[in-house]
């Protein structure tokens, strides 16, 4: 069901306002874009800087077999 089409919306100016569809490619695809900048700042944190950013997001019992 398009949002556009739910009861308490049909009727109102919301419906109008935008297309909906392309309001939620737009939000996919800000997401998407957000994810990958945030994994090429985590690489560059451990490549780059190398300032165990990186390292202590893993879980402990991770940690164990690296030692």
Not at 23 to 33: E, K, S, T, Y
Not at 35 to 60: E, F, Q, R, S
Request: proline share 3%; glycine share 8%.
């Amino acid at each position: 069901v398009r949002v556009n089409e739910f009861p308490a919306i049909t009727g109102s100016t919301l419906a109008r306002l935008a297309d909906w569809g392309e309001v939620h490619g737009f939000l996919g695809d800000a997401i998407m874009w957000i994810a990958g900048l945030h994994a090429a700042a985590a690489i560059y944190h451990h490549l780059l800087l190398k300032d165990g950013v990186l390292v202590t997001m893993l879980p402990l019992k991770w940690l164990r077999w690296t030692t």
